[in-house]
């Protein structure tokens, strides 16, 4: 077939991407400096060569900065792929094309690399032959009714995971191993946990060869995902099928919801897989670089790198902003995800000078988007330039990643003195960072750890990173893990040193169900997974990052633990609160909201900077609830906590860390009828008043 054998129409402008119409496809891209634009067809995701070339008249197929064309009775599934030519002084105009190199649509919602060879696209010269190639395919899905959860985020649990290294074990027993169709058989085990969202690490399309080459040399890869660069496909790795990639993770959402499981993406709109001036052209580059990207502004072959990852995307560029607006629209409205995590979001806010602007054109549009009101928003309020925005995010809707919170709770249970206050205020929601703007304690996403650095368990066996798999000579990950390894460094058969770190992964688990805000585990974590102390697994796809779900049976009393946790959460709307604590009583004689404690009643020596240990009595948020008392003892003796009487309400044994089972049920917990309370050396107990 020719570009002669094929009629074509000029196309309409307003119509991104492929667009099945009645009389073929409408192929769209923006290019506002381009010469010449030509249109590749491919038969098949492996074809080396084009099928048929279609140049663009630009007095027929260009409108304003768009190049649009509609080619007649193209078959469904058809690869594509475009090639721009344009000015190439890149050191005074930003520009970067090369019309020899193949370049994926921005829009393309389906996307095969099966000839994808990372380093030809960073060479001079053509690459046809190992270039990815866009697919259009039709979309008839039937979602059968389904809608997104609408759960608030004040009463969700979110799990953090990643979709291949959730099933790709041997251990897991599925049909499909890493794939958004293994996730469908996992949902029993989310259910069971108890979990209402899950936050999926990148699913939007991503290059598995992003990564250094000592480390490429390895034979690793890039595992995370934070390397995208197709924003509206989902991965073609995660499906059995990479050109039925759409429907199969709409599958997956659709079993989600039915299950009355939410799904959060983590999306990576601060940078792409085409990296710094060295990288790739994949597709905004060899379009419009000096419109997607941070360009120096003397030398603007050079990029403003904010991320870490080489470039950074201008989001605040109208075109980007619009085109960012419209991936999250298509994500909710045609994939029906609940909401959406933004890594490195701080990025975001940085205007088209580079500078943090507090009225970010896109996080705003993102806030007030009468499209997007109902999905949750969620920040990781920093960079990797310096900019922390934690409690200081640009709009009021919404929630962080709340570092403050990670960092407090995890030094106080390792041991560190004079924390009290500072956990005072973490547990009660982070009022110091998020009332006096108006906002809530939803606003706040607790967490202990995340897929970026330590589990649980490694967090209590490692005092130090373990790295080198990775091929970067342990200068990866971070140094700063606030980690106790609780006297042995790794490994260890010492029944004392394993039973101290079991108590101390179930008092950080117990801080955080037991925080205002709204509480985020690390997939693994509640069977005590371990990275064998490697805090940055984003190279590692194989057995170090995948859950090994033998340790379900093996680590059943910490799993149980967890379960027990949530649900005891779930049962105490007093721990769920969307308003901050006052230390006031709702009705005149009740009980205070919250009261706080020491080793003595209403003292709890905030000031003192040996203090390690705190104790707080919470009200029931309804007349009929129970109120919960709290004390925490993470000095290395048992003490003893007074508690305070509330008749003719009874105190019994809900939590005990340093016990076994930790955790009881309501119908087996005993009363406790002294006006004291032996706590154990590092360990948390929770009292329930009825």
């Known amino acids: 077939m020719s570009a002669t054998s094929l009629r074509t129409q000029p196309g309409n402008w307003d119509m991104s991407g492929a667009t099945f119409v009645d009389a073929g496809i409408n192929f769209c891209c923006f290019s506002r400096h381009a010469t010449a634009v030509e249109l590749l067809l491919f038969e098949r995701a492996d074809s080396p060569e084009p099928l048929a070339v279609i140049p663009l008249d630009p007095q027929v197929h260009r409108t304003f900065f768009f190049w649009h064309v509609l080619v007649e009775d193209l078959r469904d599934g058809i690869y594509y792929g475009w090639r721009i030519d344009g000015p190439v002084n890149t050191r005074e105009t930003g520009s970067r094309f090369d019309r020899n190199k193949l370049l994926l649509d921005p829009w393309c919602t389906t996307v095969s690399d099966l000839l994808w060879e990372r380093l030809a696209a960073a060479r001079p010269g053509g690459n046809l032959a190992t270039a990815m190639r866009s697919q259009a395919v039709r979309d008839a899905y039937d979602w059968e009714g389904d809608t997104p959860c609408h759960i608030p985020l004040a009463d969700a649990v979110i799990y953090e995971m990643h979709v291949g290294g959730f099933t790709s074990h041997p251990s897991a027993d599925t049909r499909w191993p890493g794939t958004f169709r293994a996730v469908i058989e996992k949902i029993p085990y989310l259910q069971e946990l108890g979990i209402t969202h899950v936050e999926l690490l990148p699913v939007m399309a991503f290059d598995r060869q992003d990564v250094p080459p000592q480390t490429a040399a390895l034979g690793l890869e890039n595992y995370w995902g934070y390397s995208t660069h197709s924003f509206f496909a989902p991965h073609p790795h995660y499906a059995c099928d990479p050109s039925n990639a759409r429907d199969e993770f709409r599958d997956m959402v659709k079993a989600l919801h039915q299950a009355g499981i939410g799904v959060i993406l983590d999306v990576v709109f601060n940078h792409t897989a085409e990296g710094g001036a060295d990288g790739p052209l994949i597709n905004f580059k060899g379009m419009g670089n000096e419109v997607f990207y941070h360009l120096d502004f003397v030398d603007r072959s050079q990029y403003r790198d904010y991320t870490g990852c080489g470039n950074t995307l201008n989001c605040n560029h109208p075109l980007v902003t619009r085109y960012l607006i419209d991936c999250l629209i298509y994500w909710t409205h045609q994939m029906h995800v609940d909401g959406f995590r933004f890594d490195l979001a701080s990025a975001m806010a940085r205007g088209e000078d580079g500078r943090p602007e507090h009225h970010a054109p896109v996080l705003w549009s993102i806030e007030l988007s009468p499209q997007l009101g109902r999905a949750h928003i969620i920040a990781e309020a920093w960079d990797a330039a310096g900019l922390y925005q934690v409690g200081d995010f640009p709009g009021f809707r919404w929630a962080e990643w709340n570092g403050h919170f990670r960092d407090v709770i995890r030094a106080f249970v390792r041991g560190d003195k004079g924390m009290v206050a500072q956990v005072a205020t973490r547990m009660a929601g982070s009022s110091d960072l998020y009332q006096a703007r108006g906002r809530l304690p939803s606003n706040s996403i607790n967490f202990i750890t995340?897929?970026?650095?330590?589990?649980?368990?490694?967090?209590?066996?490692?005092?130090?990173?373990?790295?080198?798999?990775?091929?970067?000579?342990?200068?990866?990950?971070?140094?700063?893990?606030?980690?106790?390894?609780?006297?042995?460094?790794?490994?260890?058969?010492?029944?004392?040193?394993?039973?101290?770190?079991?108590?101390?992964?179930?008092?950080?688990?117990?801080?955080?169900?037991?925080?205002?805000?709204?509480?985020?585990?690390?997939?693994?974590?509640?069977?005590?997974?371990?990275?064998?102390?490697?805090?940055?697994?984003?190279?590692?796809?194989?057995?170090?990052?995948?859950?090994?779900?033998?340790?379900?049976?093996?680590?059943?009393?910490?799993?149980?633990?967890?379960?027990?946790l949530i649900a005891f959460r779930r049962?105490?709307?007093?721990?769920?609160?969307?308003?901050?604590?006052?230390?006031?009583?709702?009705?005149?004689?009740?009980?205070?909201?919250?009261?706080?404690?020491?080793?003595?009643?209403?003292?709890?020596?905030?000031?003192?900077?040996?203090?390690?240990?705190?104790?707080?009595?919470?009200?029931?948020?309804?007349?009929?609830?129970?109120?919960?008392?709290?004390?925490?003892?993470?000095?290395?003796?048992d003490l003893q906590f007074e508690i305070p009487d509330l008749p003719p309400r009874q105190w019994y044994l809900a939590i005990d860390t340093a016990a076994h089972p930790a955790l009881v049920e309501p119908s087996r917990q005993q009363a406790v009828s002294a006006r004291q309370v032996a706590v154990s050396a590092h360990s948390v107990v929770v009292l329930e008043a009825r």
């Open 450 to 564: 995340c897929h970026d650095g330590f589990t649980l368990w490694d967090l209590v066996s490692y005092n130090h990173k373990h790295n080198v798999a990775n091929g970067e000579g342990n200068r990866d990950g971070h140094n700063h893990n606030l980690s106790w390894n609780c006297g042995v460094e790794g490994p260890t058969d010492d029944p004392a040193i394993l039973a101290l770190r079991r108590r101390q992964t179930r008092n950080l688990v117990s801080l955080l169900m037991l925080s205002q805000g709204v509480p985020m585990l690390l997939a693994g974590d509640e069977v005590l997974r371990s990275k064998q102390g490697n805090n940055n697994t984003y190279c590692q796809n194989n057995e170090l990052s995948w859950t090994d779900w033998r340790l379900v049976e093996d680590n059943q009393e910490m799993y149980s633990f967890w379960r027990g």
């Open 571 to 637: 049962r105490h709307p007093t721990l769920r609160r969307n308003r901050f604590l006052t230390g006031r009583a709702a009705q005149p004689g009740g009980l205070a909201d919250i009261t706080w404690h020491g080793l003595r009643l209403h003292k709890p020596n905030f000031e003192d900077a040996s203090a390690q240990v705190l104790a707080f009595t919470l009200a029931g948020a309804t007349p009929d609830e129970e109120h919960l008392h709290v004390m925490m003892n993470m000095w290395d003796n």
